[in-house]
T-cell receptor, first 109, second 116 residues
Framework: GIQVEQSPPDLILQEGANSTLRCNFS?????LQWFHQNPWGQLINLFY???GTKQNGRLSATTVATERYSLLYISSSQTTDSGVYFC???????????FGAGTQVVVTP | GAGVSQTPSNKVTEKGKYVELRCDPI?????LYWYRQSLGQGPEFLIYFQGTGAADDSGLPNDRFFAVRPEGSVSTLKIQRTERGDSAVYLC??????????????FGNGTRLTVT
C-alpha cells in the first residue's frame, strides 16, 4: 500500500513562531487531507487539498502532486495550535485514507 | 447537532464479550467510514459505506468485526468475542461523495473501547 511519511515527528514552538510540516507519499494520489487532533482527541479537518494551495486564516497548505509531497504552514502560532497534525492520502475515487504517523506540535506561551 | 455523533463515548468490557458502537453521520452525507486509532498512531481504515452497502471492508482485521448501515444513515460497528488487543479509539467519519467528487472527511469524537 501507499506509504505516508510526516516530518518532523515532534515540534516545539514559541507562541508567535512560524513552522512548516511536511508530508511525503509514495504513489500518486487523488485525495489528500490535513487534520489536527487536539489534546482532547478531537480530529478536525483542516484542508482537502489533493493539489494546489489553500489558505484558511493562519494556516495554509500546498500539495505538489507530481513530486508527491504536501506542506502545511502554521503562521503566528498560538497555544491552541498544540496537538497532532496528520496528513492522510487516498488513491481511490472515494474517501478511504491512509494516515501518516503525525507531527506532534507543542506551542509554549 | 450538526456533527458526527458517536455513542457511547467510553466502553469498558470484559474479554470475550460482544460490543456495539454507534455512529450517526452528518445529515446528507452519503459516505460513512469507520477507523480505529491506537495510542500514538494515526487512524487506520476499517470499513466504508456508500449508502446502505459496505463498499470496502478490507480494513476489518478479522471476522469478529462486522458493521451495518441498514437505512443508509446510522451505522453500528459490532465486535464479537472481544480481545484485549481490540482496545483502541474507534472513530467514525462521514463525507458527501458522488462519483469522483469527495468532500472532506468529518470525524466524530470517537468511542474509547477498553477490553479488560
Amino acid at each position: 500500500g501507499i506509504q505516508v511519511e510526516q516530518s518532523p515527528p515532534d515540534l516545539i514552538l514559541q507562541e508567535g513562531a512560524n513552522s512548516t510540516l511536511r508530508c511525503n507519499f509514495s504513489d500518486s494520489v487523488n485525495n489528500l487531507q490535513w487534520f489536527h487532533q487536539n489534546p482532547w482527541g478531537q480530529l478536525i479537518n483542516l484542508f482537502y487539498i489533493p493539489s494546489g494551495t489553500k489558505q484558511n486564516g493562519r494556516l495554509s497548505a500546498t500539495t505538489v502532486a507530481t513530486e508527491r509531497y504536501s506542506l502545511l504552514y502554521i503562521s503566528s502560532s498560538q497555544t491552541t495550535d498544540s496537538g497532532v497534525y496528520f496528513c492522510a492520502v487516498g488513491t481511490d475515487s472515494w474517501g478511504k485514507l491512509q494516515f501518516g504517523a503525525g507531527t506532534q506540535v507543542v506551542v509554549t506561551p | 447537532g450538526a456533527g458526527v455523533s458517536q455513542t457511547p463515548s467510553n466502553k469498558v468490557t470484559e474479554k470475550g464479550k460482544y460490543v456495539e458502537l454507534r455512529c450517526d453521520p452528518i445529515s446528507g452525507h452519503t459516505a460513512l467510514y469507520w477507523y480505529r486509532q491506537s495510542l500514538g498512531q494515526g487512524p487506520e481504515f476499517l470499513i466504508y459505506f456508500q449508502g446502505t452497502g459496505a463498499a470496502d471492508d478490507s480494513g476489518l482485521p478479522n471476522d469478529r468485526f462486522f458493521a451495518v448501515r441498514p437505512e443508509g444513515s446510522v451505522s453500528t460497528l459490532k465486535i464479537q468475542r472481544t480481545e484485549r488487543g481490540d482496545s483502541a479509539v474507534y472513530l467514525c467519519a462521514s463525507s458527501y461523495q458522488s462519483g469522483a467528487y469527495n468532500s472532506p472527511l468529518h470525524f466524530g469524537n470517537g468511542t474509547r473501547l477498553t477490553v479488560t
